[in-house]
């Protein structure tokens, strides 16, 4: 790993082994699923790799789809802990004991807390539904639908305490159809954040990057 002053880590490409993912899901897992498969088509070219799959609930297809690559998983529900905090310890210790390089949060519907982002921040990215700063929090793709808006998409972005707020990596947009709605939106915005998050998190793993404020920077 090769360290900025200013702000973050990236993986060291002249490392030669790939960035360590581990990456939380809640759900489908088909952001999951595209770095799964980058990393399976590209190799170590890709620059990043899988280690680890964590979950806030059990059965979900996303656990599925990283048992059936072989990817260890872990899984920790809110409610089988007596409070927040102990829940986010267990969570951070569960990621760290896989050494993530980057931490990927691709449709993990939780808000982390104190621990997990002293622990992870500046290596923790978000996957969001929406052209951040517009639109944030748990409905992305209703919320621009309901506004009325012409064109929305989604935002990578670095993960902070507050949700949806941290420096942007990238972004992609995507029309609204007058017909749509929330479901044929969603899957049109998917297909190009799955694109939009492998393409990142690979060069980030391959270039490294930097932060300065809010602005992020990959060679
Ligand atoms: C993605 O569209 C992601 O942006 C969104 O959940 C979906 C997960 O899809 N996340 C949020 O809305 C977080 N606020 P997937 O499980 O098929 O990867």
């Known amino acids: 790993m090769a360290s900025a002053s200013?702000?973050?880590?990236?993986?060291?490409?002249?490392?030669?082994s790939p960035a360590r993912l581990?990456?939380?899901?809640s759900g489908s897992g088909s952001?999951?699923?595209?770095?799964?498969?980058?990393?399976?088509?590209?190799?170590?070219?890709?620059?990043?790799k899988v280690v680890a799959v964590?979950?806030?609930?059990?059965?979900?297809?996303?656990?599925?789809?990283?048992?059936?690559?072989?990817?260890?998983t872990f899984v920790?529900?809110?409610?089988?802990?007596?409070?927040?905090?102990?829940?986010?310890?267990?969570?951070?210790?569960?990621?760290a004991a896989h050494r993530p390089d980057l931490v990927v949060s691709a449709g993990f519907m939780k808000i982390v807390g104190a621990s997990f982002m002293a622990a992870?921040?500046?290596?923790?990215?978000?996957?969001?539904?929406?052209?951040?700063?517009s639109f944030p929090g748990a409905h992305g793709v209703r919320d621009a639908l309901a506004h009325g808006v012409k064109v929305t998409g989604c935002t990578v972005h670095f993960a902070e305490a507050e949700v949806d707020s941290g420096p942007i990596i990238a972004q992609g947009a995507v029309a609204v159809h007058d017909d749509d709605d929330e479901d044929t939106?969603?899957?049109?915005?998917?297909?190009v954040e799955r694109g939009l998050l492998v393409d990142a998190v690979g060069r980030m793993a391959r270039d490294g990057y930097r932060t300065e404020g809010r602005k992020v920077y990959i060679p």
């Open 22 to 25: 581990v990456v939380l899901v």
């Open 185 to 191: 939106l969603h899957q049109r915005i998917k297909e």
């Open 120 to 133: 992870f921040g500046g290596r923790f990215i978000n996957t969001h539904p929406a052209l951040l700063p």
């Open 31 to 48: 952001n999951l699923q595209a770095l799964l498969d980058a990393a399976r088509e590209r190799g170590d070219a890709y620059g990043a």
């Open 6 to 16: 200013a702000a973050s880590e990236a993986a060291d490409p002249s490392a030669g």
């Open 76 to 95: 920790h529900r809110l409610r089988d802990y007596a409070t927040r905090p102990d829940w986010d310890a267990a969570l951070t210790e569960s990621v």
């Open 54 to 72: 964590g979950a806030d609930r059990n059965d979900i297809e996303g656990l599925r789809r990283a048992e059936r690559a072989g990817v260890p």
